[in-house]
């Protein structure tokens, strides 16, 4: 799988703002700066390494991943995309790692 579908959806991403109202809250007890800045490191990571993550950052990304899943729906407008679009990412690489270790048939 090329990477060009995730780094055209990151740039259009990076132009995004966050959120400001979301600047100080949690959901479930989840602080989403952190939780967006967790997603941020783990996709800029993979990007920057021709499509390589390493079994930690994976692990984070998946469970990271899981919580967008939980917060995008959980808010409308503009949080509501920002953090639906950040999950959609997120997937698209957690998919494309999959895709890579998989045996060819």
Known sequence: MTMLPVQALWEKHLSAPFPTELLLEEVDGLNLTLLEAAAAGCIAEYLNHDGQLDQHRTAMLGITYRHLTVVARRHTG????????LED????????????KAPAA
Do not use: K, N, P, S
Request: net charge negative; charged share 20%.
């Open 89 to 100: 990412i997120a997937y698209q690489v957690l998919t494309a790692i999959m895709d890579a």
């Open 78 to 85: 503009e949080a509501h995309d920002y953090f639906t679009r």
